[in-house]
Structure formats: C-alpha cells, structure tokens
C-alpha cells in the first residue's frame, strides 16, 4: 500500500517540530535491518530521507541518481552495501549524531 501525501507530511512536520522523532525513526530503521526486516527498513528510512535530506539533496552527496536512491529504498529495491553506507552517513551528518552499536547477549 502506498503512503499518501497526508501521511508524508505529517511525518515531515513531526521531524521538523521533534528532533528525537527523526533519531528515532533512524534507529527503527537500523533496528529493523539487523532484525532481518530489510523491506521495512528501507520504507522508514525513505520516510526519514523525505522528512529530513530529501532525495535530491542525498543525491549529491551519494553521487548517485534521485530515481536510482528511490528504487534502492522501495520495498523491492535491493541497494548495496556500500551505498546503504553511504545512505547512513549522509542521515547522521545530517541529523548530527554518531551511531553506537552494542551486542547483548540472550538469556536461555
């Protein structure tokens, strides 16, 4: 099912009034591609990409094609490693933050 205009505005305006919304949208959608979860991964950080950098603007800074990103970050599309990477390090320069991982271990 598509996203309608309404629903991308309204995430737009909440990351715009709410900073920690938008590191929280880039923590699910990091939480959900380690999880295993990669076609919603890539649906909520095309949301943060819309809310925040846009796609032109990450275009330029990934040397990579507006339409190209598009397709990379669709529910089918299937980016790289390399530009998933650089995906990432245009959103935290942009959000200003550093991502901290850490690996826990499961109790039996």
Do not use: C, W
């Amino acid at each position: 099912m598509a996203l309608t205009r309404d629903f991308k505005e309204t995430i737009k305006k909440r990351v715009e009034s709410d900073a920690d919304f938008a590191k929280s949208l880039l923590h699910e959608a990091i939480d959900l591609m380690l999880d295993g979860d990669s076609v919603t991964a890539k649906l909520v950080l095309r949301d943060l990409i819309n809310a925040t950098v846009g796609f032109e603007r990450l275009a330029e800074e990934v040397q990579k094609p507006s339409k190209s990103l598009h397709r990379m970050l669709s529910a089918s599309g299937n980016p790289t490693m390399d530009n998933l990477s650089a995906i990432f390090a245009t959103i935290k320069k942009a959000l200003h933050v550093r991502i901290d991982t850490r690996v826990n271990s499961l109790q039996a």
